[in-house]
């Protein structure tokens, strides 16, 4: 799990670059890639009787 929140703030870190410079291809990578490391975060997670346990 540590290693999806790096990535997650690598690819935050990317989208505020580009999103700084307006490179689009940048922000679309960027959003691609946080979508992507999002949706894996959220396999490894369940929500039980209105609270969030992870699995490990």
């Given at each position: 799990?540590?290693?999806?929140?790096?990535a997650?703030?690598?690819?935050?870190v990317?989208?505020?670059?580009?999103?700084?410079?307006?490179?689009?291809?940048?922000?679309?990578?960027?959003?691609?890639?946080l979508?992507?490391?999002c949706?894996?975060?959220?396999?490894?997670?369940?929500?039980?009787?209105?609270?969030?346990?992870?699995?490990?």
């Amino acid at each position: 799990m540590k290693i999806l929140k790096l990535a997650g703030t690598a690819a935050t870190v990317l989208l505020i670059a580009a999103l700084g410079s307006l490179n689009i291809p940048g922000i679309i990578l960027g959003t691609l890639a946080l979508n992507a490391i999002c949706g894996a975060a959220l396999k490894h997670t369940e929500v039980r009787n209105g609270k969030i346990h992870s699995q490990k």
